[in-house]
């Protein structure tokens, strides 16, 4: 046995008596592979909490400004993290409120979306944190709150549900279910076409996702592949990002007086400015987008829709 | 697309050299953001190391283009490389200060590390930590990702491209490795 494995095995043991045993044992006697693993047994129990804790960070100081190019931000976009709270659980990037921050897992148009584990009730949730840029807009914050509040209410199987929307932090943000799983894009360029009873099973799927924010007044604005989700396992449809897209155009057309969005779904009304309603949803979810990733025949969507 | 994000492509389609390009530039743009982002802090704030690596993630690589995880762990790759680097230089600047020697100014001097134990013990990390290098390059790669990138487990496994159960014993094998080797250097009492 090397040093290696017997320090594995070593761990296991759970009485004193049993892992003196255990080291007598697989050492046989070679004195000095004794004392190291017990050096690293030792070394093991002190290394935990230096280990945990992150590396010291670096320090601003009245000098740091002294420097003389002013730093510039090249080619980097202009995105950060929210203001994070340091954290000492291993593995997290800072904390946020009650939630520890995992991980970054998406972007878009409104801000940021992170993986996180909520301390108080123990599960791993999304967050989105809408973008410092539109947090300085009241008109973008009304927005992506008012959205927010009555997505809250929707409560479907092929809805991402919203748990808690954080509307006094700054910036405000939206704690979501986690859906453990790909956007349908992703299924789509990695997994190659979509048979058509797939096709058939997702696009009813989304059709009820959306039927029922519909019936609560809620206009997602933004359908496309990248917001559908498709749950691990059962492949289970679940549509994200409702009516966030809003918050976002709005800044947009008030700073350049050009429309944002994904052309490429967008219903004719939507790409002209003109107020939207429910059918611009309908328009996005259409058959030959799908059609032409998967290499299936086109089907109309709209017959399934009127089932 | 930008630099970085050609480059994790070019890496993506087996291109070698593409790997050689990456370090610098990511290096350089860490360096350059954690200057950015120290000017506009109070005196005394820290910025954490690793969400710097993570928020670096976000600006330099091309959001557009969603990353297979291919491509986001050879940025992290580099990305704790560097941060190890920026880390470890500063604290050598640090204490060389601190002993008076070498009062060259340099762009990350003023914003430099904590506390002096903590640079020390900083210093004896890396000094095993390229012990370790040597002897098991995997885990050593393990430790940078975990600890100077901020990966998790799961994460830091997946891109090593190994089980996270093997992942986490090479952790656990890893970091006592390195406290023994840290221990040895300090400590004469032997405690």
Known sequence: MTEETIFAAALEKETAGELRAFLDEACAGDADLHARVEALLKASADAGSFFEHPPAGLVATVDADLDGTPPSAGDSKNISLPELEPCTTPGRIGKLGPYEIIEVIGQGGFGLVLRAFDTKLHRIVAVKVLSRELAENPMAVTRFLREAKRMAAVVHDHVV?????????????????????????????????????????????????????????????????????LENGVERVKIADFGLARAADDVDITRSGQITGTPQYMSPEQAQGEPVDQRSDLFSLRPPDLAEFALAPSLDWRAVLRR | MNEITRILSEMGR???????????IVYDELRRLARQKLAHEKPGQTLEATALVHEAYLRLVDADRPQEWDGRAHFFAAAAEAMRRILVESARRKLRL?????????????????????????LDL???????????????????????????????????????????RDWAYARAWLYREMGKGTDTTGN
């Open chain 2, 126 to 168: 890396d000094a095993a930590l390229e012990k370790l290098q040597h002897q098991d390059p995997r885990k050593a790669e393990l430790v940078k990702l975990r600890y100077f990138a901020g990966l998790n487990n799961e994460q830091a496994a997946e891109a090593l491209g190994i089980g996270t159960s093997t992942a986490d």
């Open chain 1, 161 to 229: 549900t919203i748990h808690v929307i954080e509307d006094s932090a700054k910036p405000p943000y939206l704690v979501m279910q986690f859906i453990e799983g790909q956007s349908l894009q992703q299924r789509i360029e990695r997994g190659g076409a979509l048979r058509p009873a797939e096709i058939l099973r997702i696009g009813m799927q989304i059709a009820e996702g959306l039927a029922a924010a519909h019936k609560h007044g809620v206009i997602h604005r933004d359908v496309k592949p990248g917001n559908i989700l």
């Open chain 2, 98 to 122: 601190k002993r008076g020697g070498d009062l060259r100014r340099d762009e990350l001097d003023e914003a430099s590390i904590v506390a002096p134990e903590e640079d020390d013990r900083l």
């Open chain 2, 14 to 24: 087996g291109e070698r050299q593409a790997s050689e390009k990456l370090l610098p």
